[in-house]
């Protein structure tokens, strides 16, 4: 599986204009004949509570990326704001070459320390696809604090996307936990960030491919490219060989909470 992960910088509030980076990045891509392509959380608006500006339904990003997606015969996944009341979801969808929705996420854990629990609603499932010969869960930038939706998710998948708009001040948690996840899980990680600056924000990328073993497979920092991957799925060969998932005791795990 050719994957690529789109570190963009995206311009604030500005859908069209991320969109069309979006294209311009979809143009490269064709050229390493790249099957599946991964931007950051809030692709094409930016990490914004202004969710007046931002939210929506289904008619509008979804369509969009969707028409492109077949036009290039490409498979995208993108995020996105989707109207939800008076508050938002943080959603994170994935779209085939055929434009056909292969999978749907709604943040889980909405990021109180910047406020987003006052505009944004948790969701309230995972969700997975299946893409070449992986299956893949989608997750979304703070979800990567909360180990236990990573266990739950690699009971099926071999590999979890972690799509997000990690700030460069926290860049040291971003990689150790990264690497902790890939290797308590035992499954690939697909991470993707955003570069620049907003306000007093700076977003340093380092968006990565990390396998089962912990080690960073190819990664970028501080500038806007793509984190090319390919990848051959041999997780349940890497597990067979160290089996440490086979020890967990999920039933006492329960009492303790």
Known sequence: MKVAMCQTNIIWEDKEKNIEKCVEFIEQAKKHNIELMLFPEMSFTGFSMNINNTKENYNYTVQKISKIARENKIAIGFGWVEEMGHKARNKYTVVNSEGNVLADYAKIHPFSY????????????????????????????????????????????????????????????WKTLLKARAIENQVYIFAINCVGKVGDLRYSGDSCIINPNGDVLSSLSKVEGMVIGDITNDVKQYRSDFPTRKDRIPEFYKTLF
């Open 114 to 173: 910047s406020g987003e629990d006052k505009y944004f609603v948790s969701g309230a499932s995972l969700s997975k696809f299946k893409f070449d010969n992986f299956t893949i869960g989608l997750l979304i930038c703070y979800d990567l604090r909360f180990p236990e939706i990573f266990q739950a998710l690699s009971k099926e998948c071999d590999a979890i996307v972690v799509a997000a708009n990690w700030p460069a001040s926290r860049k040291k948690h």
